[in-house]
């Protein structure tokens, strides 16, 4: 692979293409870049979450204490975060739970607004009225992620059992820095 740095010096004579050779180095030199910064930045990020989600909320719980501060001013404290998914695959049966379990309201049906499940009627009355006046309809029924973490983040609060492995959720305890040393960092 030809060394980027190299491209620099393969510039025609007339001043306006000279030019445009330039600039057309200087884009592929910058897209380079940031795709190097680009990783860097996933790689930091990943580092960020092992030891946040990992590392200090599982050495936090071995030695028994929510809150810790260190002598040069780090405040930390383990929060609790929720996540939850539903995946395609497992789609109906998660709806069906939810109907059952009386939280059917929060599955929607999209067409151009949303319908709460139980206006099933009203849904496809509307679909067949822009049917047929010639409009390409198509209806999906969704649950927003935000509703169904708030949801289960809700239950499990509330100690009330469902299903995890059904709408892929997950309670994980994240530790946060809730206070810096301004003499550390120059703040």
């Known amino acids: 692979m030809t060394d980027p740095r190299d491209l620099a010096d393969v510039a025609p004579a007339n001043e306006g293409l000279a030019q445009l050779s330039q600039l057309a180095t200087d884009l592929y030199l910058a ?33 028994g204490i929510e809150e810790f ?22 789609r109906e049966e998660a709806f069906a739970w ?6 059917g309201s929060m599955i929607k049906h999209s067409i151009v ?8 009627d009203e849904a496809s009355s509307l679909m067949e009225r822009l049917e047929a006046d010639g409009f390409n309809v198509k209806d999906e029924e969704k649950v927003e992620s935000s509703t169904l973490r708030a949801w289960v983040k809700r239950m499990l ?15 994980v305890d994240i530790a946060k820095i809730t206070a810096r040393p301004e003499e550390m960092f120059g703040e």
């Open 157 to 171: 609060e509330e100690g009330k059992m469902i299903p995890m492995d059904l709408f892929g959720a997950s309670k």
């Open 98 to 103: 939810l109907d059952e379990n009386g939280e």
């Open 113 to 120: 607004a949303g319908f709460a499940r139980d206006q099933d």
């Open 69 to 90: 501060k260190t002598t040069n001013g780090i405040k930390l404290k383990i929060n609790p975060s929720y996540r939850a998914s539903i995946l395609k695959a497992r």
């Open 31 to 63: 897209e380079v870049r940031a795709a190097e910064c680009a990783e860097v930045a996933k790689e930091a990020n990943e580092n960020v979450r092992r030891i946040a989600e990992g590392l200090i909320p599982d050495l936090m719980a071995e030695l």
